[in-house]
């Protein structure tokens, strides 16, 4: 069982930037996929960004592509997501999540994820 906590999440103006931080209990996270998902009020929960086990594999999201970064610290339990040039529609609560049966891939499916976090609110005003 892996545990997953997510922080970093707030409130801030159109432009700015924040980092989020997802750590994972347990011994085994470098063999895990991670991502990171985001749901809006009344829409589905959507891709944003995936790593692999090294950190040498990432995807995003085309809404997110060259605006949010994915990375990890193995030594750390840590994947994180930094968030550059935050838009309204980017307003969502922020999923982390850690997929084992992919052997540590990076996947952009959400039913590929066997443990999620309690999620963390992002809001970005105008």
């Known amino acids: 069982q892996v545990q997953l906590v997510e922080s970093g999440g707030g409130l801030v103006q159109a432009g700015g930037s924040l980092r989020l931080s997802c750590v994972a209990s347990?011994?085994?996270?470098?063999?895990?996929?991670m991502g990171w998902f985001r749901q809006a009020p009344g829409k589905e929960r959507e891709f944003v960004a995936t790593?692999?086990?090294?950190?040498?594999?990432?995807y995003y999201g085309d809404s997110v592509k060259g605006r949010f970064t994915i990375s990890r610290d193995n030594a750390k339990n840590t994947v994180y997501l930094q968030m550059n040039g935050l838009k309204p529609e980017d307003t969502a609560v922020y999923y982390c999540?850690?997929?084992?049966?992919?052997?540590?891939?990076?996947?952009?499916?959400?039913?590929?994820?066997?443990?999620w976090g309690q999620g963390t609110q992002v809001t970005v005003s105008s």
């Open positions: 999540a850690a997929s084992k049966g992919m052997r540590g891939r990076a996947t952009m499916r959400n039913y590929d994820y066997e443990y």
């Open positions: 347990g011994r085994t996270f470098s063999s895990y996929g």
């Open positions: 790593i692999n086990w090294s950190g040498s594999s990432t």
